[in-house]
C-alpha cells in the first residue's frame, strides 16, 4: 500500500506562483514515476506533468515554460512549481505515482487562480 500526502494548494492572484508537494510513502516501495494530473469542473483529468526515475519531464504544452516538475529521491517526493498562473489553471490537482506497488492517486488540492 502506497499513500500520497499533497499540500500547496489555494488561492492566488493571477500572474502569481504556487508550489504543490506530494510526499509518498510505503515500505519496500520503488517509484518508476511521478506525475500531477489537473482536472478542472466539467472537464476531464488531463496530464499535467510527468517524471519518471532517471528521465526528463514533461509537459503539457499548456503549462511549459510556466510549471516545473521535480523530484527528491532521497524523500518520494515531487512538487509542482506554478509561476505565471492564470485563471484557466483552476483546477483540482492530483499527484499520481506508478511503482512497484501499483499505481496511486493523491486526494487532490484545489488551486483556483483570480483575476
Known amino acids: 500500500q502506497v499513500q500520497l500526502v499533497e499540500s500547496g494548494g489555494g488561492l492566488v492572484q493571477a500572474g502569481g506562483s504556487l508550489r504543490l508537494s506530494c510526499a509518498a510513502s510505503?515500505?519496500?516501495?520503488?517509484?518508476?514515476?511521478m506525475d500531477w494530473y489537473r482536472q478542472a469542473p466539467g472537464k476531464q483529468r488531463e496530464l499535467v506533468a510527468a517524471?519518471?526515475?532517471?528521465?526528463?519531464?514533461t509537459y503539457a504544452n499548456s503549462v511549459k515554460g510556466r510549471f516545473t516538475i521535480s523530484r527528491d529521491n532521497a524523500k518520494n517526493t515531487v512538487y509542482l512549481q506554478m509561476n505565471s498562473l492564470k485563471r484557466e489553471d483552476t483546477a483540482v490537482y492530483y499527484c499520481?505515482?506508478?511503482?512497484?506497488?501499483?499505481?496511486?492517486w493523491g486526494q487532490g488540492t484545489q488551486v483556483t487562480v483570480s483575476s
Open positions: 499520481g505515482v506508478t511503482s512497484s506497488l501499483g499505481r496511486y
Open positions: 510505503g515500505s519496500s516501495l520503488s517509484i518508476y514515476r
Open positions: 517524471i519518471a526515475t532517471g528521465g526528463t519531464p
